[in-house]
């Protein structure tokens, strides 16, 4: 148990285009979800964590106007970037939280993003 | 604040040679829960264990082990008779069981692992 996938696994787009990410917790519900992004051999960067119902809480320097979460239902959260340039080019990775206290994180494969 | 420090950046060992990785955090909570994430190279992380705060057992799962020291706030992994499959960024992360923060990993830098033939 405890899948989650994520939709698209690569994306190519040209700058200014918006590209819609998805994160699906296959085999259980998810309330919480997070979003993660990832530089060449760097430590997972926390973007936002998303809740269920309720507006994603984003950490400090993230642009929310700029990354847009949406998390629908309890197995379905999307990150859609919006206006994309190629600094937003990165490996982006979901997780959802599950267990007693949902304190454990079980990710998606990732999304690579690369904006020309 | 946490903190969870991974001080070996990279380490390169030769089939069937023992490994350990390090793991120190910083912790102001006395409720909280410790992890290993493996990441290969296709990039998904992959769940490996879970340690609260409360259960200092050691734990073997094959060639794994994991020693969990809270006098040194430490959290280390061996990988016994390492295989080239165990290649891989190895990461360390913290949660607290409470707060505002609740739920939120604070991940090590990660290790890079490269078991050679």
């Known amino acids: 148990g405890a899948v989650v996938s994520q939709h698209p696994s690569r994306v190519i787009c040209k700058s200014g285009t918006s590209v819609k990410i998805e994160c699906r917790s296959l085999?259980?519900?998810?309330?919480?979800m997070f979003w993660y992004r990832q530089f060449p051999k760097q430590s997972l960067m926390l973007m936002a964590t998303s809740n269920e119902g309720s507006k994603a809480t984003y950490e400090q320097g993230v642009e929310k106007d700029k990354f847009l979460i949406n998390h629908a239902s309890l197995t379905l959260s999307t990150l859609t970037v919006t206006s994309a340039h190629p600094e937003d080019s990165s490996f982006y990775i979901c997780?959802?939280?599950?267990?007693?206290?949902?304190?454990?994180?079980?990710f998606g494969p990732g999304t690579r993003l690369l904006v020309l | 604040a946490q903190k969870v420090t991974q001080a070996q950046t990279e380490i390169s060992v030769v089939e069937k040679e023992d490994v350990t990785l390090d793991c120190v955090y910083e912790?102001?909570?006395?409720?909280?829960?410790l992890f290993w994430y493996k990441q290969p190279p296709s990039g998904e992380l992959v769940f490996l264990i879970r340690?609260?705060?409360?259960?200092?057992q050691n734990e073997i799962s094959g060639r794994y082990s994991w020693n969990f020291q809270k006098s040194t706030s430490s959290f280390n992994f061996t990988i016994t008779a390492s295989q080239v499959v165990d290649s891989a960024v190895y990461f360390c992360a913290l949660t607290n069981a409470g707060g505002t923060s609740y739920g939120k990993l604070t991940f090590g830098q990660g290790t890079i692992l490269t078991v050679h033939p």
């Open positions: 340690r609260n705060s409360f259960d200092e």
């Open positions: 912790t102001r909570d006395t409720t909280y829960y």
């Open positions: 997780s959802a939280s599950r267990g007693r206290l949902q304190e454990t994180q079980y």
């Open positions: 085999d259980f519900q998810a309330t919480t």
